[in-house]
């Protein structure tokens, strides 16, 4: 089945302790993205990848980390997570900027 | 930069009925994509619609249609016979050319009333 895994769904931490949240697909997409969800502000760009080794910044990059070293995962790294970044996250994988995102499931993260 | 604008952050419809939302956006490119996601209470983001900015025809999915001005720069969901599986948010979004990414608007939730 053509899907985009993230994990972990829940994840609650605390300010300072690093934490990782994985994506990865087995659609042989290209692009890969990140974003986060908070309420009133849609979902907004975090980090991209047009391929592997190639990311860039999104709209809101800062505090975050990414790294594309096979083409199937693109993990999300918070090196010393903040409660600002509590948020939902959502990972997307697609072929090009005509087709339509796939997207993981969500992370529900909650720092505090 | 672009932008993508929804008016209406909360909206309820009957059952049976048929409800439109909107979406108005801003962007410098001539050719572009335009989507709807829907995103019910499971947090999935599903595709609804999407439609191709050269293209005047508007797409049409089963009971979801657009209405695409491109001169106004809108692009309006209309959902007919309103399902009680149609309660979700709903999201406009324009892509970015660079990197494949999406600019939404804020959302527009929506509850069908049985």
């Known amino acids: 089945e053509a899907q985009v895994t993230q994990n972990p769904r829940y994840l609650i931490t605390v300010t300072g302790k690093k934490l990782t949240v994985t994506c990865s697909q087995n659609m042989n997409h290209e692009y890969m993205s990140w974003y986060r969800q908070d309420p009133g502000l849609g979902l907004r760009q975090i980090y991209y990848?047009?391929?592997?080794?190639?990311?860039d910044k999104g709209d809101v990059p800062e505090g975050y980390k990414v790294s594309r070293k096979e083409k199937r995962n693109f993990p999300l790294i918070l090196e010393s997570p903040s409660p600002n970044q509590t948020s939902l996250y959502f990972c997307?994988?697609?072929?090009?900027?005509?087709?339509?995102?796939?997207f993981g499931n969500g992370t529900r993260l909650t720092v505090t | 930069a672009q932008t993508v604008t929804q008016s209406q952050p909360e909206m309820s419809v009957q059952e049976a009925e048929t409800v439109t939302l909107s979406c108005t956006y801003d962007t410098s490119e001539n050719n572009y994509y335009l989507f709807w996601y829907k995103q019910p209470p499971s947090r999935q983001m599903i595709l609804v619609i999407r439609?191709?900015?050269?293209?005047?025809q508007n797409a049409t999915e089963n009971r979801f249609s657009v209405n695409f001005q491109k001169a106004a720069k809108s692009f309006s969901l209309k959902i007919s016979d309103s399902q009680l599986g149609d309660t979700a948010m709903y999201f406009c979004?324009?892509?970015?050319?660079?990197?494949?990414?999406?600019?939404f608007g804020g959302g527009t939730r929506l509850m069908v009333k049985p």
């Open positions: 997307a994988s697609s072929f090009g900027t005509e087709s339509p995102l796939h």
């Open positions: 439609q191709e900015a050269y293209k005047q």
């Open positions: 990848s047009m391929n592997v080794e190639v990311t």
């Open positions: 979004a324009l892509p970015h050319n660079a990197g494949n990414m999406l600019t």
